[in-house]
């Protein structure tokens, strides 16, 4: 089951404009991930959130996580041509990580030069 | 440094054969991840690889197995194969079994089941 639900489920803006993407979870977590994947290829690794923190940058990326409310939320500044890619939060519930990570169906950025 | 390197990249078998797909983790890390991704969904966790052993599984029956070998390098097997098999199947690595500094993953193989 896939624990993880990111809205919206497709996104087209234009270059230069701000990307804000939303993830909503069902249970206690360990940590948040986000992910990138270009083309159904591999996943490339933006940024981990841990459960006591709120915020976390990275570049052009900023993501906010509120455990209250169990929702994750990644905005990508200036976007560029590039950031097209389907984007995906994972949570990790613990258990020592073992469980695996639970992925959501992800968002699917255009940017549209 | 190498990445996370997963082989081979694409691979067309019949309903009911066996396959391995093997996957070489990041230098320096020693746990592996296998999932498993539809198309148009997210990555499923099918199981994690850890000192050798198979610490926690996914949802996915018995036909799906896994080894880990000393050098931390891993494979997937999947027998009886079904046409539902057919996704991207991707490989994680991370430094131990936690993953709290996130996880490397492979480009994937493709299998597609006939």
């Known amino acids: 089951s896939q624990q993880g639900e990111e809205d919206p489920q497709a996104l087209s803006i234009q270059e230069g404009e701000n990307a804000t993407m939303n993830c909503s979870y069902k249970?206690?977590?360990?940590?948040l991930q986000w992910y990138r994947q270009n083309s159904g290829r591999g996943l490339v690794h933006l940024i981990l959130?841990?459960?006591?923190?709120r915020e976390k940058h990275s570049g052009r990326l900023r993501v906010t996580l509120d455990t209250s409310k169990k929702s994750s939320s990644l905005l990508i500044t200036a976007s560029r041509a590039a950031d097209t890619a389907s984007y995906f939060c994972?949570?990790?519930?613990?258990?020592?990580?073992?469980?695996?990570?639970?992925f959501g169906k992800g968002t699917h950025l255009i940017i549209q030069p | 440094d190498a990445g996370v390197t997963q082989s081979p990249t694409h691979l067309i078998k019949t309903r009911g054969q066996q396959v391995t797909l093997r996957c070489s983790p990041k230098?320096?890390?020693?746990?592996v991840s296998w999932y498993q991704q539809a198309l148009g969904q997210g990555p499923q966790f099918i199981f994690q690889?850890?000192?050798?052993?198979?610490?926690q599984r996914g949802n996915f029956p018995d036909r799906f197995s896994g080894h880990q070998f000393p050098n931390y390098s891993s494979e997937l097997n999947v027998n009886a194969l079904l046409l539902g098999d057919s996704a991207l199947y991707l490989c994680?690595?991370?430094?131990?079994?936690?993953?709290?500094?996130?996880?490397?993953f492979g480009s994937g193989t493709r299998l597609t089941v006939v």
């Open positions: 690889y850890y000192e050798e052993e198979e610490r």
């Open positions: 249970t206690s977590i360990n940590n």
């Open positions: 230098s320096g890390h020693d746990t």
């Open positions: 994680a690595s991370s430094l131990g079994p936690g993953g709290n500094y996130g996880y490397t």
């Open positions: 959130i841990r459960s006591n923190e």
């Open positions: 994972a949570t990790d519930t613990g258990g020592g990580g073992a469980d695996g990570l639970t």
